[in-house]
């Protein structure tokens, strides 16, 4: 049973260019949850997506936006980027009416 | 403003030892709290906690959640070198179907030889 998939696992990206983050849920699950991680910090949250639309969001620029599509993988795209956008991305699967996400190993992206 | 506090932020013990880390919360629309493993990048599921009082428990790892003080805490007796990561404490709550999760800033436990 696979886990939680994303790719690439490194990226580096110039100011102002636009980068996508794909996620593969783990198998069964229906919704995914993105999550940014800077170092030294917990994650936090930067939207969910159930059904192909995006159901709850946190605290982030609408340069920050993503997709469903219809096998449950997801996408992040983040535009115009900034240094401190240099993070991990976390992707999380899991059940909309469940309880816990699981996660996948995270995507480096660094900004330069 | 919601928020999830640990502490303590670092802790370095020797195998063997026995240690505690904490959890203190404040959200509205309280679900669940679950604690998650951070070794090198993936967090990695560790307990589900919901109703006050009940001690969940995994080989040496422990938990259990206070609601009406609002904190949790994570116990690994007889720590072993492989113990050494960053636990990470996270609050699930929402309205109607599914939820997000706010983490604390997360305790680097270093388990020295």
């Known amino acids: 049973d696979a886990g939680v998939t994303q790719s690439p696992t490194h990226l580096i990206k110039t100011r102002g260019q636009q980068v996508t983050l794909r996620c593969s849920p783990k198998?069964?699950?229906?919704?995914v949850s993105w999550y940014q991680q800077a170092l030294g910090q917990g994650p936090q949250f930067i939207f969910q997506?159930?059904?192909?639309?995006?159901?709850q969001r946190g605290n982030f620029p609408d340069r920050f936006s993503g997709h469903q599509f219809p096998n449950y993988s997801s996408e992040l795209n983040v535009n115009a980027l900034l240094l401190g956008d240099s993070a991990l991305y976390l992707c999380?699967?899991?059940?909309?009416?469940?309880?816990?996400?699981?996660f996948g190993p995270g995507t480096r992206l660094t900004v330069t | 403003e919601d928020k999830v506090v640990q502490s303590p932020l670092s802790l370095v013990v020797h195998e063997g030892d026995t240690v505690t880390l904490n959890c203190s919360y404040e959200?509205?629309?309280?679900?669940?709290l679950l604690w998650y493993k951070q070794e090198k990048k993936a967090p990695t599921f560790l307990f589900m906690l919901?109703?006050?009082?009940i001690e969940k428990k995994s080989g040496r790892l422990s938990s259990i959640l206070d609601k009406k003080e609002l904190f949790s805490i994570l116990n690994i007796t007889a720590t072993q070198t492989g113990d050494s990561a960053v636990y990470l404490c996270?609050?699930?709550?929402?309205?109607?179907?599914?939820?997000?999760?706010?983490f604390g800033k997360g305790t680097k436990l270093s388990v020295i030889p």
């Open positions: 919901t109703s006050s009082g």
């Open positions: 999380a699967s899991s059940l909309y009416w469940g309880n816990e996400q699981y």
């Open positions: 997506y159930y059904e192909e639309e995006e159901r």
């Open positions: 996270a609050v699930a709550y929402s309205g109607a179907g599914s939820y997000q999760l706010t």
């Open positions: 198998s069964g699950h229906d919704t």
């Open positions: 959200v509205t629309n309280f679900r669940s």
